[in-house]
């Protein structure tokens, strides 16, 4: 009877006492001290996370940087050439709605909105994707190929100058 009761003392022992008992008489971290162990490295983890997300942030903004003064300098340098860029607000501002790309080429400039529409006609005819765009000084401008690439727009424009739709003088309007 006394080995049944030492034995069943011993096998309720590590019940009673727990877990972390055990594992402290074993040399061994406790659950507390696992915990503790695990945020830490959870933490870690996040700094280095955030790390690398700021990291990111900063690229895309040097990055932004860079395209908005090499964007520069390519007006500049259309400028220079002289080819001519405009922004709406050096006529007054637009009178219609918003643009819906930054750049588009402006192949015709009227005061009188029947000459426009019979430009725009044309244009569209020719197959290019039109829109007359009125200003408050009275201009109504003719503009095709709207994109929000400079490049792009560059191209088009040296593609379709001199042709009947676009004449020599034909400009860029950047819609800022």
Not at 143 to 161: F, G, N
Request: proline residues 3%; charged residues 25%.
């Amino acid at each position: 009877m006394k080995k049944a009761l030492i034995i069943t003392l011993v096998a309720l022992v590590p019940l009673v006492v727990g877990c972390d008992f055990v594992r402290t008489l074993a040399g061994r971290p406790t659950s507390a001290q696992l915990e503790q162990i695990r945020k830490e490295k959870l933490a870690a983890l996040e700094a280095a996370h955030q790390a690398r997300l700021d990291s990111l942030e900063q690229r895309e903004k040097q990055m932004a940087d860079s395209l908005e003064k090499l964007e520069a300098r390519l007006l500049d340098s259309l400028v220079q050439a002289r080819g001519t860029i405009l922004n709406p607000s050096k006529l007054g501002g637009l009178f219609t709605t918003k643009l819906e790309a930054k750049y588009c080429i402006v192949v015709g400039a009227f005061r009188t909105r029947s000459y426009a529409e019979r430009k725009l006609n044309e244009c569209n005819k020719a197959g290019y994707k039109a829109t007359i765009i009125s200003f408050r000084n009275g201009l109504n401008a003719v503009a095709v190929c709207p994109s929000d690439s400079l490049d792009e727009t560059l191209k088009i424009l040296r593609k379709i100058r001199g042709t009947g739709i676009c004449p020599e003088d034909g400009w860029i309007l950047v819609n800022k």
